[in-house]
Nanobody, 115 residues
Framework: QVQLVESGGGLVQPGESLRLSCVGSGNTATIVAMGWYRQAPGKQREMVAIAISDGSTDYSDSVKGRFTVSRDYAKRTAYLQMNSLKPEDTAVYYC?????????WGQGTQVTVSS
């Protein structure tokens, strides 16, 4: 089992930055992918950014060039650096991890971008 706990959400103005963190516990050694999804009110959950264990990353087109996903394996932590935030980035952000055929989710952290 893997447990994921996010932190770092909040209320910011358009153009500002935030960094989300996700700390994993449990059997994290064999996680092959770790990253972030988000869900806005009335919308489906969507992939934001994923970091794969081979060093590759994948981003939603809507965040490319603004968001950066990274992993610190020693700290068992994934980060999402979000720059140039827009009102349309407002959502609950969920940490995600894949280990074998199992998928794990955090409880979510709210990010609100508003003036």
């Amino acid at each position: 089992q893997v447990q994921l706990v996010e932190s770092g959400g909040g209320l910011v103005q358009p153009g500002e930055s935030l960094r989300l963190s996700c700390v994993g516990s449990g059997n994290t050694a064999t996680i092959v992918a770790m990253g972030w999804y988000r869900q806005a009110p009335g919308k489906q959950r969507e992939m934001v950014a994923i970091a794969i264990s081979d060093g590759s990353t994948d981003y939603s087109d809507s965040v490319k060039g603004r968001f950066t996903v990274s992993r610190d394996y020693a700290k068992r932590t994934a980060y999402l650096q979000m720059n140039s935030l827009k009102p349309e980035d407002t959502a609950v952000y969920y940490c995600y991890a894949k280990r074998g055929r199992s998928e794990y989710w955090g409880q979510g952290t709210q990010v609100t971008v508003s003036s």
